[in-house]
């Protein structure tokens, strides 16, 4: 079984107490958000991209990425993004992300056996974001991912 590194937030339909907000964390678990302080206003969560871990699954690549990838012959028609599990970290040989926040958040929950798989895309920086721009950002941004494997090619177990 998949141990996931993201969840639903516990069971659908589980009970819990009139207006207690759930959470989950990194791990999939569960949680109460904090309470508000005495002003009514809650904390700023330490970690904000916890509530976008697994915010994608199952769905298909932006439209805009289709056609930059398209153009560069590559079809991604059929890709569905995925939530990446311990057991998948296990498996790969190399795990580049296209973010050093991304690479950060995996560090922080992967075993030591798998810290010397990871690392970031372009080596010393992000990949830029091309999301909410036009399609000559996204055509661009797609250049620069072809390009960068140059980094990778040969490198790779």
Not at 99 to 122: F, H, M, P, S
Not at 126 to 139: E, L, S
């Amino acid at each position: 079984m998949s141990r996931d590194l993201a969840g639903s937030g516990g069971r659908a339909g589980a009970a819990r107490p009139r207006g207690a907000a759930r959470q989950p964390d990194i791990h999939g678990r569960s949680r109460p958000h904090p309470p508000p302080d005495t002003t009514g206003r809650r904390p700023e969560p330490k970690q904000r991209r916890r509530g976008l871990i697994g915010k994608w699954r199952d769905q298909p690549a932006n439209p805009s990425v289709i056609k930059a990838a398209d153009r560069l012959g590559y079809d991604l028609s059929t890709h569905r993004a995925q939530q990446i599990t311990l057991e998948m970290l296990d498996w790969a040989d190399t795990v580049l992300t296209m973010e050093a926040a991304v690479l950060e958040t995996l560090r922080t929950i992967c075993t030591e056996d798998n810290a010397q798989k990871l690392g970031l895309y372009l080596g010393n920086r992000d990949v830029p974001d091309p999301m909410g721009q036009g399609d000559d950002v996204f055509n661009d941004c797609a250049v620069l991912i072809e390009t960068g494997t140059a980094l990778h090619f040969g490198r790779l177990p």
